[in-house]
């Protein structure tokens, strides 16, 4: 099952969590639960750490604060035109963290940690789907 | 080995260590041990990134420890210039998670910045403070031949370098490097033969964090792995922070060695951006730290820099440090950290 479209640039084609692509595509950002533990994971993963549990797929609100980030000047080869391009990790009020890249619309002045964002589903030209932190007023 | 007094047959392994996706070489210990006569003995390679040679001491102290061997070779080296410098960070963002994080275009220096200002936020640390470390660490380049640079530099040029990721600049940053180190391990016996002025290992840590960082948190201000491994060196060692003479510590950025400060209990924890300030760190304060130039300025030849740490502490144990020797130096601190601080080694040397 592919999962070539997800990134910037993928370096993972094959994944058991290929529905993360499609529903990013339908507009959601969806992490995974344990059916027997009850542990939320973002990222998703197949397998619960317990080793036990079976996985379900459960919809993410998006709304997280942020945590850390920085703004790159100097990137890997495949990103160098794309800098400047700011990085964070937030995380969502349903518990989990992400690490992502902050809408351009967000200037570096402006980014705060502590400040409330939401990560939403964005596509890039050639279809290629990624997930960007937004401003709230920007929704 | 001319060094240790020993020849290449009385070697009975070779422990290669190095971070192989940088090598052109596949599998270098075959070409290593080839070189450097060590066929027909055993030899293999070991990578945890910069911590390789940190991990490959532990190994080699355990063929010793177990009995299987009397004296082992850890060699650590890197030949990083083959690559270009944007290709180096390609392969160095891969060490982060790359199925969610290295799709976003994640770098070395990025990993470290959100570190930073997750410290700065949480502590106060200024970039003023960061500057200070990448001042003392080239200061004590020029005071090392081996080191990679041997001008010194001033708060006013960190300041002013290029930005690479916020709030980390050009001089916050390790250079990418070439270079090797070894060290020769033996037992108890064999050492006490060959030396009259031996260097016994005296405590091992070794621990690791989740690679993801989103696995972390809920601060980005501490490394875990660095707290657990200090805490098995220490326990082995049974000695505590305020023992260690010299410490070498993993500044493959500036925020690190502040961080690594607290890690290590050099200070209290949110105190590492004012000890750096107040220069507690040089020779003849509080506790000397990276005194040979560190990662920073010396160079930061990834598989080789943690059997170099050894190397710098060894020379100041046994009293051959010459203009920046620590006097009466009997324990040393070696602290190896590995990627995006997913594995730490500490080893903790006695005279």
């Known amino acids: 099952m592919s999962f070539a479209k997800f990134g910037k640039v993928s370096y993972v084609s094959e994944t058991k969590l290929q529905e993360f692509e499609t529903k990013l595509e339908a507009g959601k950002i969806m992490g995974t639960k344990c059916k027997k533990c009850g542990r939320l994971y973002f990222p998703p993963r197949a397998d619960c750490d317990c080793m036990k549990g079976e996985m379900e797929w459960v919809e993410l609100s998006g709304n997280c604060k942020l945590m850390t980030f920085t703004t790159l000047h100097f990137a890997p080869a495949s990103f160098r035109y794309e800098v400047p391009y700011t990085l964070g990790v937030a995380q969502f009020e349903e518990g989990p963290t992400v690490l992502a890249p902050l809408s351009k619309e967000l200037g570096e002045d402006e980014i705060k940690i502590g400040m409330s964002l939401k990560l939403v589903p964005v596509e890039l030209m050639g279809g290629r789907m990624i997930y960007e932190l937004k401003k709230l007023e920007s929704q | ?351």
């Open chain 2, 1 to 351: 080995m001319e060094d240790a007094q020993v020849t290449t047959n009385e070697i009975q392994a070779s422990i290669v260590c190095s971070a192989t996706h940088y090598d052109k070489q596949r599998t270098p210990a075959g070409v290593i041990a080839e070189y450097l006569g060590l066929n027909p003995q055993p030899t293999f390679n070991v990578e945890a990134v910069c911590a390789s040679s940190g991990v490959g001491l532990r190994i080699g102290w355990s063929f010793i420890s177990s009995g299987l061997h009397d004296t082992v070779a850890v060699v650590g080296f890197q030949k990083m210039t083959e690559l270009s410098s944007a290709e180096v960070q390609e392969v160095m963002g891969r060490s982060g998670d790359v199925m969610w994080e290295s799709p976003f275009g994640t770098t070395m220096p990025a990993y470290f910045a959100l570190y930073a200002k997750s410290h700065m936020q949480k502590y106060g640390t200024t970039e003023e403070q960061l500057a200070k470390v990448a001042v003392k660490n080239h200061f004590y380049a020029t005071k090392n031949p081996k080191a990679m640079f041997q001008e010194e530099i001033t708060v006013e040029d960190v300041l002013k370098s290029r930005m690479i990721a916020s709030p980390l600049k050009r001089y916050d940053c390790c250079a990418n490097s070439d270079g090797a180190a070894c060290i020769i391990l033996a037992s108890e016996d064999v050492a006490r033969k060959v030396t009259d002025t031996p260097v016994w290992v005296a405590g091992l840590g070794l621990a690791s964090s989740p690679m993801a960082l989103t696995s972390r948190g809920p601060s980005y201000a501490s490394f875990d792995c660095s707290v657990n491994a200090a805490k098995q060196a220490y326990g082995m060692a049974r000695i505590k922070p305020k023992d260690v003479d010299i410490a070498e510590v993993h500044d493959c950025f500036t925020i690190t060695e502040i961080i690594n400060y607290e890690d290590l209990g050099f200070c209290e924890r949110g105190r590492g951006g004012k000890l750096a300030e107040e220069g507690q760190t040089y020779l003849g304060s509080k506790i000397p730290v990276n005194i040979d130039g560190g990662l920073l300025a010396k160079g930061h030849p990834v598989g080789a820099t943690g059997a170099s740490q050894i190397r710098t502490l060894v020379k100041q144990l046994r009293g051959e440090a010459g203009e920046t020797q620590v006097n009466g130096a009997e324990i040393g601190l070696a602290h190896n950290l590995g990627g995006i601080g997913m594995y730490c080694a500490v080893t903790i040397l006695k005279t």
